[in-house]
Each structure stands twice: as C-alpha cells, then as structure tokens.
C-alpha cells in the first residue's frame, strides 16, 4: 500500500498548536510551517485541502514534528514541512521543505502533489 505522509513542521502539543495558530494569525509570513500556512484555516483543514487528498489514488497521513521523530528517528534530521512516500517498509522524501516553502498558494501545493503522484504510478 502506498501512502503520502504530510508531515507539519509544529508540534501536537495544545500549547503549541495554541501558540501556532496566534503566530500564524498574528505574523503568517514568519510562521515556520508552510504546509500549515498553506493547507488550514484557523483550527480547521480547508475543505478545498480535505477533498483534493481524499480523492488522490493513494492515502494519506498526517503528523507533527514531535510525532514524526518519534516514529521514523532515523529522518530527524529532514527540514520541515515535509511529505514522504511510504511504500510497505519504505519512506522517500517526496516533496522537500525547500519545495513546500516557496509555495505561495494551496492551487500550487496541489499542482506539485498532483504531478509528483501522477509521476509515482
């Protein structure tokens, strides 16, 4: 089974998704996390964002920074956000964080998973 792992460049902690979402609201042009900029509104993933990855031909995960280093240590050293292609036992960066933060737009985020998925089967 193939599975694309968004993985957020925040921690899941309530005081840090509290401080995120100040920060993002308050200051979004120096928030680190692009993949969040890009992808939620507020507390809430858009619904723009929710429909396009249920209706790509592979699943999809999603963790935070904290989350992630604790499952896959040995990638604790990838920049993020990030998004990995997990086959079976296999994890491959798919779209770099240099990749994701020069996004500006969800309509971009799309295209570049759209076409990278479309390149993976």
């Not at 902690?13 to 993002?24: C, M, P, R, T, V």
């Not at 692009?34 to 964002?49: A, D, F, P, Q």
């Not at 031909?57 to 956000?81: G, I, M, R």
């Amino acid at each position: 089974m193939t599975k694309l792992l968004f993985v957020y460049n925040a921690n899941s902690s309530l005081f840090n998704q509290l401080g995120d979402l100040i920060h993002k609201t308050v200051s979004p042009r120096t928030y680190p996390c692009r993949l969040c900029g890009l992808t939620y509104s507020g507390v809430s993933m858009k619904r723009e964002w929710k429909e396009f990855i249920e209706a790509l031909p592979f699943q999809s995960a999603f963790l935070h920074k904290d989350e992630f280093v604790k499952k896959y240590l040995t990638f604790s050293n990838t920049p993020l956000p990030a998004v990995f292609l997990e086959k079976g036992n296999s994890l491959t960066l798919f779209l770099n964080a240099q990749e994701i933060n020069k996004l500006q737009t969800l309509n971009e985020l799309k295209d570049v998973v759209e076409s990278k998925v479309n390149n993976e089967q």
